[in-house]
């Protein structure tokens, strides 16, 4: 069984910034999954945010490419995600994310909610 637990959401002004920060916990094959964060809204399916392997390749969605930046430590199993300039739009709530190719598994926190004012 695997757990992640997300933490770092919270308020902010627009054109502020947040560091998300996950750690993931139990069966864990460290030298191969992905890792990463999505993010929904009320009414809206969940989408992908910014996602990186193990090893290190990154990738993001148009909306936050050039705002945030993913990182991740395979050792500890964590993963952060550091967004900068943030818009109203992003508000949501965002997901830790880790896949598991190997084993099949996908695995997602609760959630941590970033809300951002105009």
């Known amino acids: 069984q695997v757990q992640l637990v997300e933490s770092g959401g919270g308020l902010v002004q627009a054109g502020g910034s947040l560091r998300l920060s996950c750690i993931a916990s139990?069966?864990?094959?460290?030298?191969?999954?992905?890792m990463g964060w999505y993010r929904q809204t009320p009414g809206k399916e969940r989408e992908v945010v910014a996602i990186?392997?193990?090893?290190?390749?990154?990738n993001y969605a148009p909306a936050v490419k050039g705002r945030f930046t993913i990182s991740r430590d395979n050792a500890k199993n964590t993963v952060e995600l550091q967004m900068d300039s943030l818009k109203p739009e992003d508000t949501a709530n965002y997901y830790c994310?880790?896949?598991?190719?190997?084993?099949?598994?996908?695995?997602w926190g609760k959630g941590t909610l970033v809300t951002v004012s105009p």
């Open positions: 994310y880790l896949f598991q190719p190997t084993e099949a598994m996908t695995s």
């Open positions: 139990g069966r864990i094959s460290s030298s191969n999954n992905i």
């Open positions: 990186a392997g193990t090893g290190g390749a990154a």
